[in-house]
């Protein structure tokens, strides 16, 4: 049913798109025609044109035909129908064991750390336990399960939100000494200053990606340029807001660099179409693409944006996930400001979240965007959308504040909690490292290097015969791949098609999060597969 | 300098609105025109007209004439400027005790039960304490600590939530199991069955309206039936999302009474110009309100919307609070499936959140939705929209299904639980009844009774002269007087426009909800208040 219904949603958006949006197919032409591709249509002959809307007073009210259009084009990969139709085999699995030719499913589509057994650290569990029940704060065997500088931090943040009421709707940007804490970690990562009042805690950085989104797209007229291979939030976050989507390419032989001439290519060919650029996104380390860029490339990319009035929106939920020593992660403001560039020379938000880093606690929705040079009246606009929906979840916004003010030295818990931090980040550079070279020892695959994030986006060259025995399933090759890859092994990642690739290049997104002592296993499907497929499928 | 951005953004929606809205305008005339009216201009004569945006590439990039025109037009009075003073004033009671004629401020502005001091309920604080830290639910020191039945409830959500995983990301619908739990806590409740896939978990309600919101608004054309007074939250979300908010107003002289006459005379005006509606939201209890609906009434409603075709969103999230005894709350879900329809007769939405009730966990962000008579294609829509935005937060998802399945006879924190709820929502009765009795006591104040929620909606008969005064300081004169109420009280109200009401008549509202030691204190302030307003403005 859900495959069903996704293809019919695709078909209507194609059917429509073909009517009516010429323009902005070409521009986004690279990314989507093959996500829509082949399954026939359901309301072909049916669909009423989108000019004139059914009459309504009939049952059932609400049809594919009469909703938000915006709503059919956007799609969102990550959790397509791969993970239907891997959610259905781990059923079959649980009720029929033996019914595939492997024993679990190993969900690889989606950086989701804890969901694969990474634990969490202890010290952030300790401090939300302690906020959630404050009451067991001063009592005696509090002191045997808890560490001390868990129940003095504990104490600090109560005293930080007023009236310590840790159930109460705080300010809309998040509790102030909350932010306060957080710009200090800002200032300390970066060595320039930070403003507690630039700060909007918010569930997730993808709540902070829409608010942006909705904020600059006034009309399809307006374009974003992300990056391609992109993390498909924002492609769907455009479709939903009704922009437009401003491809600029990756260059996978330079291990996904950024060239700025590239930059300069798309934003002239959006801007010769009628399209209004109004902002760059830079995913960084790279989502689902692993790179981390060098200091020079950001210098250039400030000064492009500054140059051509960009807002520049810097995805860096991956900063602290670095795996080679020759690579450093620096915030882009900081970047701005060593440039000598201040508020008013270049509106940057930089986006944050709790689920990624050695923490991995994407549950609990924690995040912030730090908001730098927005004039004080549209930074009100932001602040009055944030209100609408008074605040984000108060725990998200404590574990926030531990991320960016984590145990220091002296501290009773600093040494176990360096060794967890650490202890999850090498091991998850040794993964990096293992997968990076087992994709790169098989025929027909290429793989760069994960510097940071936590993915590959190897690239499978696939023969003649299986691109036309894709086709004949009506699927995207790497679709095709991916489906074969799952059924054959119960490994879960997500086709290139669904991030974007160059034309007729094919890819797939694998996350490095399957626990260490799993990756061998991890190796072997891998490669007994794609032998298998490629002797099946050789031209 | 926050008042002076709002100013500035109102005038920017108002000079649009006059050039090319005149319909939808018309429709929202009622409600909007004093929130607009009188202040200057800055960009009367420099504004650009929206049909041409001005030229990009100089800084700063992004301006108020760039944005998004619905963020513009998005107003949201209950975190509005009024609290803005009210933070101004506070710090300034702060840094100078004694410079305001009273020693703190009053926030009666928003449904913030904790904020003013109410207690979170211990059973549900110590389940989410134990599922933040599971590492010392086998501990002995534990036992001290935490009640058995909250330790046995800690395990079963464990239990339920893949590899006890509560830093994963979960399904985007929320973790089935506890979707499990609050289905049969519908069923409980209405009697009737309730599918687990028909919950989708949200962070709060506010969410849950703006996905619903997002799906049915295609453009302006489309129309939203909303009561007036409405909680600003509707007219936000429909600002946002580009769709007309259709009014129709509640009957004060019959307590708030929604009579189905009025919905079809709005309906077909709405029709007659060209507005396709294609939804009616009913906020039971109400907000600002505070009436229930009786029975019948809803038996009407839900007849009504059948009949038009329109989605009912029902707004339920006060369904705990009632304080009379002559009234009880019936979902929509329990009213339309007693009237023999099923699925395939009425789209139906229910909002449900553990911001309200007796718990008031805001700050938790926690709550559903539960959607029925919806086809497949489209609530595969509504789950992509879900998964773009990963899942709510788990903590949030956890308290939901506490507030759907709180302990019951024969566990230990039972009574303590009861004496806890019991003691709040019978205080919370006391209080209301203080305050409205407080208010129709004074000269030219009507109140009608708060049946549930928890607000009090009083209407002002102000004098002309105070009238007057109003319009000379560019204010509405409702908003004239809560400025005037704050500055001599600290207690904080929101204006009767932030809501919407007749044209002509003057209301605010009041929480119910400062704790009651402070009622008596918040009478008198607010009789002395009135009375020397009304002295001061005597016609």
Redesign the interface.
């Given at each position: 049913?859900?495959r069903?219904?996704?293809e019919?949603?695709r078909d209507l958006v194609r059917s429509r798109s073909l009517q009516r949006q010429n323009r902005r197919r070409c521009l986004l032409s690279p990314l989507w025609p093959l996500l829509s591709s082949g399954s026939q249509s359901r309301f072909s002959s049916s669909a009423s044109s989108p000019d004139s809307?059914p009459a309504?007073?009939?049952?059932?009210?609400?049809?594919?035909d009469?909703?938000?259009?915006?709503?059919?084009k956007?799609?969102?990969a990550v959790?397509?129908e791969i993970v239907s139709i891997a959610q259905r085999l781990q059923q079959e699995l649980k009720e029929n064991p033996g019914s595939h030719p492997f024993d679990e499913i190993l969900y690889c589509n989606?950086g989701?750390?804890?969901?694969?057994?990474q634990q969490?650290i202890?010290f952030f569990?300790?401090v939300?336990?302690?906020c959630?029940?404050p009451?067991?704060l001063d009592?005696s065997?509090?002191q045997?399960?808890f560490s001390a500088d868990a129940i003095e931090r504990a104490w600090q943040i109560l005293d930080q939100i007023?009236?310590r009421?840790?159930?109460?709707?705080?300010h809309?940007q998040g509790i102030k000494g909350l932010r306060d804490t957080i710009a200090a970690g800002i200032e300390a990562r970066d060595g320039f200053p930070a403003d507690p009042n630039d700060i909007f805690l918010t569930?997730?950085a993808?709540?902070a990606v829409?608010m942006m989104m909705?904020?600059?797209?006034?009309s399809e007229?307006d374009g974003i340029l992300c990056p391609i291979p992109q993390y498909p939030?924002y492609s769907?976050?455009i479709a939903?807001?009704g922009g437009t989507l401003v491809p600029y390419y990756l260059d996978e032989e330079a291990g996904w660099g950024l060239e700025i001439s590239e930059l300069q290519k798309q934003l002239d060919s959006a801007k010769s179409k009628g399209i209004?650029?109004?902002a760059l996104v830079v995913i960084n380390p790279g989502n689902p693409t692993g790179q981390v860029l060098a200091e020079e490339n950001q210098r250039q990319i400030v000064e492009f944006c500054?140059?051509?009035?960009?807002?520049l929106l810097a995805d860096e939920v991956y900063q602290e996930n670095i795996y080679v020593p020759d690579k450093q992660f620096h915030s882009f403001k900081k970047i701005a400001r060593s440039m000598g560039y201040g508020d008013?020379?270049?509106?940057l938000v930089s986006f944050q979240s709790v689920?990624k880093g050695y923490?991995?606690?994407?549950?609990?929705?924690g995040g912030y965007m730090e908001v730098t040079?927005?004039?004080?009246?549209?930074r009100?606009?932001i602040y009055?959308?944030a209100?609408?929906?008074?605040?984000?979840?108060?725990?998200?916004q404590i574990l926030a504040s531990l991320v960016m003010n984590p145990p220091k030295v002296g501290d009773e818990s600093y040494e176990s909690y360096c060794e967890e931090r650490d202890g999850i980040l090498s091991s998850l550079a040794r993964r990096a490292k293992t997968l990076e070279n087992a994709f790169n020892s098989l025929e027909g695959i290429t793989c760069n290097r994960a510097e940071g994030a936590m993915y590959l986006f190897p690239r499978v060259y696939l023969p003649q015969k299986a691109i036309k025995a894709a086709e004949a399933a009506k699927m995207a090759p790497d679709a095709f791949y991916c489906r074969r890859l799952l059924n054959a092994t119960g490994i879960v990642v997500v086709a290139g098609s669904g991030f974007g690739q160059v034309p007729g290049t094919w890819h797939f997104r694998c996350t490095i999060l399957p626990q260490e002592d799993k990756i061998p296993a991890v190796v072997s499907r891998l490669t007994e597969f794609h032998k298998g497929f490629m002797d099946e499928f050789r031209d």
């Amino acid at each position: 049913m859900r495959r069903f219904a996704a293809e019919t949603a695709r078909d209507l958006v194609r059917s429509r798109s073909l009517q009516r949006q010429n323009r902005r197919r070409c521009l986004l032409s690279p990314l989507w025609p093959l996500l829509s591709s082949g399954s026939q249509s359901r309301f072909s002959s049916s669909a009423s044109s989108p000019d004139s809307p059914p009459a309504m007073g009939s049952s059932p009210p609400v049809t594919l035909d009469t909703i938000n259009p915006k709503v059919l084009k956007c799609e969102y990969a990550v959790r397509g129908e791969i993970v239907s139709i891997a959610q259905r085999l781990q059923q079959e699995l649980k009720e029929n064991p033996g019914s595939h030719p492997f024993d679990e499913i190993l969900y690889c589509n989606i950086g989701n750390p804890q969901s694969l057994g990474q634990q969490p650290i202890t010290f952030f569990r300790e401090v939300l336990a302690l906020c959630d029940y404050p009451s067991i704060l001063d009592k005696s065997e509090t002191q045997g399960l808890f560490s001390a500088d868990a129940i003095e931090r504990a104490w600090q943040i109560l005293d930080q939100i007023p009236g310590r009421a840790t159930g109460a709707y705080s300010h809309s940007q998040g509790i102030k000494g909350l932010r306060d804490t957080i710009a200090a970690g800002i200032e300390a990562r970066d060595g320039f200053p930070a403003d507690p009042n630039d700060i909007f805690l918010t569930d997730g950085a993808s709540p902070a990606v829409h608010m942006m989104m909705q904020l600059l797209t006034r009309s399809e007229s307006d374009g974003i340029l992300c990056p391609i291979p992109q993390y498909p939030l924002y492609s769907a976050s455009i479709a939903l807001h009704g922009g437009t989507l401003v491809p600029y390419y990756l260059d996978e032989e330079a291990g996904w660099g950024l060239e700025i001439s590239e930059l300069q290519k798309q934003l002239d060919s959006a801007k010769s179409k009628g399209i209004t650029v109004r902002a760059l996104v830079v995913i960084n380390p790279g989502n689902p693409t692993g790179q981390v860029l060098a200091e020079e490339n950001q210098r250039q990319i400030v000064e492009f944006c500054k140059k051509e009035g960009l807002v520049l929106l810097a995805d860096e939920v991956y900063q602290e996930n670095i795996y080679v020593p020759d690579k450093q992660f620096h915030s882009f403001k900081k970047i701005a400001r060593s440039m000598g560039y201040g508020d008013n020379d270049i509106s940057l938000v930089s986006f944050q979240s709790v689920s990624k880093g050695y923490h991995g606690e994407c549950g609990k929705r924690g995040g912030y965007m730090e908001v730098t040079g927005f004039s004080a009246d549209v930074r009100e606009q932001i602040y009055k959308v944030a209100s609408v929906n008074l605040c984000s979840n108060i725990t998200g916004q404590i574990l926030a504040s531990l991320v960016m003010n984590p145990p220091k030295v002296g501290d009773e818990s600093y040494e176990s909690y360096c060794e967890e931090r650490d202890g999850i980040l090498s091991s998850l550079a040794r993964r990096a490292k293992t997968l990076e070279n087992a994709f790169n020892s098989l025929e027909g695959i290429t793989c760069n290097r994960a510097e940071g994030a936590m993915y590959l986006f190897p690239r499978v060259y696939l023969p003649q015969k299986a691109i036309k025995a894709a086709e004949a399933a009506k699927m995207a090759p790497d679709a095709f791949y991916c489906r074969r890859l799952l059924n054959a092994t119960g490994i879960v990642v997500v086709a290139g098609s669904g991030f974007g690739q160059v034309p007729g290049t094919w890819h797939f997104r694998c996350t490095i999060l399957p626990q260490e002592d799993k990756i061998p296993a991890v190796v072997s499907r891998l490669t007994e597969f794609h032998k298998g497929f490629m002797d099946e499928f050789r031209d």
